[in-house]
């Protein structure tokens, strides 16, 4: 019984904790003035609570990123079009572009913190490897195209929270017209659809 109630106990620390972490990342400006001990204070438990459920700041982040990211997870692995896995592959592409470009405006300071957190590559880190995996599947069904794995890489790049940041923070790009640019893009990178002949 004691298990029981300390499994409890952990799972309503970990939910507080990341309800904590997520009302300071969407009201702080800068993603890097928030420490572990400020969630720690936040969330109403001690830092040595936080450091064994996350083990770091980079762990706390991604466990929170995760927990945003799942309904578009599902969306992707399950749901219906344009975003489920029946979408042809030359409406799938821009709609998944899509979404992440949306996610990444919708968790722009968390996605910013997350990139900049990484020790390691970018590009080794599990989320990034999670959609070039999906993307460049794919790709893989569009036959024009040769090089299904850089064609992933170069437009996920796009995507990039820090670039994201960069053009609705800094440069004030309005959302849509984001949204509008992407997809004129990756229509080209896509090429025309193929017409057949009798």
Same mark, same amino acid.
């Given at each position: 019984?004691? *298990?029981?109630?300390?499994?409890? =106990?952990?799972?309503?620390?970990?939910?507080?904790?990341?309800?904590?972490a997520d009302?300071?990342?969407?009201?702080?400006?800068?993603?890097? %003035? !928030?420490?572990?001990?400020?969630?720690?204070?936040?969330?109403?438990?001690?830092?040595?609570?936080?450091?064994?459920?996350?083990? =770091?700041?980079?762990?706390?982040?991604?466990?929170?990123? *995760?927990?945003?990211?799942?309904?578009?997870?599902?969306?992707?692995?399950?749901?219906?079009?344009?975003?489920?896995?029946?979408?042809?592959?030359? *409406?799938?592409?821009p709609a998944?572009? %899509?979404?992440?470009?949306?996610?990444?405006? =919708?968790?722009?300071?968390?996605?910013?913190?997350?990139?900049?957190?990484?020790?390691?590559?970018?590009?080794?880190?599990?989320?990034?490897?999670?959609?070039?995996?999906?993307?460049?599947?794919? $790709?893989?069904? !569009?036959?024009?195209?040769?090089?299904?794995?850089?064609?992933?890489?170069?437009?996920?790049? !796009?995507?990039?929270?820090?670039?994201?940041?960069?053009?609705?923070?800094?440069?004030?790009?309005?959302?849509?017209?984001?949204?509008?640019? $992407?997809?004129? $893009?990756?229509?080209?990178?896509?090429?025309?659809?193929?017409?057949?002949?009798?």
């Open positions: 019984m004691p *298990e029981r109630k300390s499994r409890k =106990d952990a799972a309503r620390n970990r939910e507080a904790v990341l309800a904590a009302a300071l990342f969407a009201r702080r400006q800068s993603p890097a %003035d !928030i420490t572990m001990a400020d969630v720690a204070s936040a969330a109403g438990v001690g830092k040595g609570t936080l450091f064994r459920a996350f083990g =770091d700041r980079a762990g706390l982040l991604r466990a929170l990123y *995760e927990a945003r990211l799942e309904p578009l997870r599902e969306a992707v692995e399950a749901g219906a079009p344009p975003l489920g896995p029946a979408t042809p592959p030359r *409406e799938r592409v998944l572009l %899509d979404a992440v470009l949306c996610f990444k405006l =919708d968790n722009r300071r968390l996605a910013l913190a997350l990139e900049e957190s990484e020790s390691s590559s970018p590009y080794q880190v599990e989320h990034y490897e999670r959609w070039h995996t999906l993307l460049q599947a794919v $790709l893989e069904q !569009i036959p024009s195209l040769a090089d299904s794995d850089f064609t992933a890489h170069a437009l996920l790049a !796009i995507t990039r929270a820090d670039l994201v940041e960069h053009l609705a923070g800094d440069e004030c790009v309005p959302r849509e017209i984001m949204r509008a640019q $992407l997809a004129n $893009l990756v229509t080209r990178v896509l090429g025309p659809c193929p017409t057949w002949s009798a």
